[in-house]
């Protein structure tokens, strides 16, 4: 197991010189160049401002309705950096196709649960989610993606939003997906009952 020696904010220089210790910011940049390559490009017509904590969090905020786009990591976060890093890459995800007025679907919080507990392993293999609710999402999401694993990327490819896919376009790159996950995956997370 990889060991967490990153700082939330301070980035010290590497003995070697070339480079910087690991920070929240840096991570979220690997985080990013790592989602993209699985889902294909974010939408960067949205700039990400940083992140912060609050007590609302995690989440994402749009404050001035601008395109602009800030992560907020609840406030134990700060205390607990690999909680820092799940609730950062969970959010990660969301920066891909940012939905601002909260019409996620169970596909995109499945993605993004799956996300993070996928780059959580290399530092706390046995991480999971407290959340019955994601925790269900992302085994949906693991299914989709263990049939298909380029499914979310061909179809972002074509311009389609992740909360905007429908179960036809689901049932068209992965049509041995069962028929109950592929509704499940596109009805809206706060209505759904899992």
């Known amino acids: 197991m990889a060991t967490v020696q990153d700082s939330l904010v301070i980035a010290n220089p590497l003995p070697s010189g070339d480079g910087y210790t690991?920070?929240?910011?840096?991570?979220?940049?690997?985080?990013?160049?790592?989602?993209?390559?699985?889902?294909g490009k974010r939408d960067r017509s949205w700039t990400i401002l940083g992140i912060e904590f609050c007590d609302t969090g995690p989440q994402t905020w749009f404050p001035g309705d601008c395109g602009h786009i800030i992560i907020q990591l609840g406030l134990s976060a700060r205390e607990d950096l690999v909680q820092a890093l799940f609730q950062l890459a969970h959010e990660s995800v969301h920066l891909l196709?940012?939905?601002v007025y909260n019409f996620g679907t169970v596909l995109?919080?499945?993605?993004?649960?799956?996300f993070s507990l996928q780059y959580i392993k290399e530092f706390h293999p046995h991480y999971t989610t407290s959340d019955p609710k994601y925790a269900a999402a992302a085994r949906l999401a693991a299914h989709l993606l263990d049939i298909n694993p380029t499914a979310i990327k061909e179809l972002r490819s074509r311009g389609i939003k992740i909360a905007e896919i429908s179960a036809s376009q689901?049932?068209?790159?992965?049509?041995?997906?069962?028929?109950?996950?592929?509704?499940?995956?596109?009805?809206?997370?706060?209505d759904w009952i899992e």
């Open 22 to 39: 690991w920070t929240l910011a840096s991570r979220l940049g690997e985080m990013i160049l790592e989602i993209e390559a699985q889902f």
């Open 97 to 99: 196709d940012p939905v």
């Open 170 to 190: 689901l049932l068209a790159v992965c049509p041995k997906l069962p028929k109950s996950i592929v509704l499940a995956l596109v009805t809206p997370f706060h």
């Open 108 to 114: 995109e919080e499945g993605l993004a649960t799956h």
